[in-house]
T-cell receptor
């Protein structure tokens, strides 16, 4: 396995279901991200984990719950979602700069999980 | 409010022509700028980064940055049908520990 892998690639769930999205990176990076991509809207940053600590939560509703057990794995737990949450959820990783180090800002994306909420 | 603006297109150019993609951003303090390409049904991939005013060339791609005008562009010379994709402009806010803010993207179509 190389790069950033996401599972499942497609998910259909009802509003009362609980499901999880999984992301795994094999690049040795120390930062991982969840982005939401909806039609005709820019990529929206949801969560950032750097060195396994959540460093950003962009006012995301509590029905989305991230988990980062280690620097290679990232989960997005979903419960009681709404139809407007239907979107492509992209995981990404990067090598975040430490103090004084150059951070290139390059994100490596997974192929995404296409979520449909009925 | 941190914003990155792009014309959503579609931008249609004939094969062999120069495609010009433009982007403006709101935060005058931004230091890092990126162009990502996203094929239909695929994830974004980085194709160019630029940090200083002026031009940066990489093969058929040239990124141009004008910080005074808060403007960044991407030129694709000798456009090929395989260049047909959505091009996302991204701006890094908040210094080296900041995060990328993306524009909506410009859809480019290169006609054979």
């Amino acid at each position: 396995e190389t790069g950033v892998t996401q599972t499942p690639r497609h998910l259909v769930m009802g509003m009362t279901n609980k499901k999880s999205l999984k992301c795994e990176q094999h690049l040795g990076h120390n930062a991982m991200y969840w982005y939401k991509q909806s039609a005709k809207k820019p990529l929206e940053l949801m969560f950032v984990y750097s060195l396994e600590e959540r460093v950003e939560n962009n006012s995301v509703p509590s029905r989305f719950s991230p988990e980062c057990p280690n620097s290679s794995h990232l989960f997005l737990h979903l419960h009681t979602l709404q139809p407007e949450d239907s979107a492509l959820y992209l995981c990404a990783s990067s090598q975040a700069g430490t103090s004084g180090a150059l951070d290139t800002g390059e994100l490596f994306f997974g192929e995404g999980s296409r979520l449909t909420v009925l | 409010q941190k914003e990155v603006e792009q014309n959503s297109g579609p931008l249609s150019v004939p094969e062999g022509a120069i495609a010009s993609l433009n982007c403006t951003y709101s935060d005058r303090g931004s230091q890092s700028f990126f162009w990502y390409r996203q094929y239909s049904g695929k994830s974004p991939e980085l194709i160019m980064s630029i940090y200083s005013n002026g031009d940066k060339e990489d093969g058929r791609f040239t990124a141009q940055l004008n910080k005074a005008s808060q403007y960044v562009s991407l030129l694709i010379r000798d456009s090929q049908p395989s260049d047909s994709a959505t091009y996302l402009c991204a701006v890094k806010y908040g210094g080296s520990q900041g995060n990328l803010i993306f524009g909506k993207g410009t859809k480019l179509s290169v006609k054979p």
